[in-house]
């Protein structure tokens, strides 16, 4: 049945994407991974990067994965969603405390090394080599939102770029097999020679 305020073929459409085996199975497996987590956040579907993006929009000031982990663990009564996101939240403290150059290295010895191609805590979209691989560290902690909006933005548009060649090879690729077929239709028949060739002449 399709919910109020969505129109007809919008919700045709997202079930037909929904009911697809491979999304399916991907769906089925993110469940099982946020299953696995044994420190959920309360951010609910909003990524860390967006809501470090809004915090600092708000309040006018830099926000560190440090200080975002803090707050995306509390609950609205600011109590910590369990005992080990607290344990977590202070170890990170107690490693930054007296240098707030060495954010990073205090989330990381908590946390362990980053995996490649992906910076724990900043979400989807932003890569070590793009925040850590800067001169200074503070440029790298005060990237926030505009690095994450300029790797979406890169990515959308090769993904368009990539679009626009496929549709115009496929349109080449169709004038090419239409040309061929028209070719073989008004090209002269080879082989034997007809009978009539063989014909004596007096």
Same mark, same amino acid.
């Given at each position: 049945?399709?919910?109020?305020?969505?129109?007809?073929?919008?919700?045709?459409?997202?079930?037909?994407?929904?009911?697809?085996?491979?999304?399916?199975?991907?769906?089925?497996?993110?469940?099982?991974?946020?299953?696995?987590?044994?420190?959920? &956040?309360?951010?609910?579907?909003?990524?860390?990067?967006?809501?470090?993006?809004?915090?600092?929009?708000?309040?006018?000031?830099?926000?560190?994965?440090?200080?975002?982990?803090?707050?995306? &663990?509390?609950?609205?009564?600011?109590?910590?969603?369990?005992?080990?996101?607290?344990?977590?939240?202070?170890?990170?403290?107690?490693?930054?405390?007296?240098?707030?150059?060495?954010?990073?290295?205090?989330?990381?010895?908590?946390? !362990?090394?980053?995996?490649?191609?992906?910076?724990?805590?900043?979400?989807?979209?932003?890569?070590?080599?793009?925040?850590? !691989?800067?001169?200074?560290?503070?440029?790298?902690?005060?990237? !926030? !939102?505009?690095?994450?909006?300029?790797?979406?933005?890169?990515?959308?548009?090769?993904?368009?770029?990539?679009?626009?060649?496929?549709?115009?090879?496929?349109?080449?690729?169709?004038?090419?097999?239409?040309?061929?077929?028209?070719?073989?239709?008004?090209?002269?028949?080879?082989?034997?020679?007809?009978?009539?060739?063989?014909?004596?002449?007096?």
């Amino acid at each position: 049945r399709c919910p109020n305020g969505i129109e007809k073929h919008e919700w045709a459409a997202f079930l037909t994407y929904r009911l697809k085996p491979e999304n399916q199975e991907k769906a089925a497996k993110n469940a099982a991974n946020r299953a696995k987590q044994t420190i959920p &956040h309360t951010l609910g579907t909003m990524t860390y990067a967006r809501f470090k993006h809004l915090l600092e929009s708000d309040d006018g000031r830099k926000y560190t994965r440090g200080d975002i982990y803090g707050i995306s &663990h509390k609950r609205s009564d600011g109590t910590f969603i369990n005992a080990e996101a607290q344990k977590k939240s202070e170890e990170l403290e107690t490693h930054r405390q007296g240098n707030s150059s060495l954010n990073d290295d205090a989330y990381i010895a908590v946390f !362990g090394k980053e995996h490649p191609g992906h910076v724990r805590g900043m979400g989807f979209g932003v890569v070590p080599s793009k925040y850590l !691989g800067r001169s200074s560290r503070t440029q790298a902690l005060t990237s !926030g !939102g505009n690095d994450v909006r300029q790797e979406l933005d890169a990515s959308n548009a090769k993904i368009r770029a990539l679009e626009e060649q496929v549709a115009t090879l496929t349109q080449q690729f169709a004038l090419y097999s239409r040309g061929s077929q028209v070719s073989d239709m008004d090209a002269p028949t080879r082989g034997r020679p007809s009978s009539t060739s063989h014909e004596t002449q007096d």
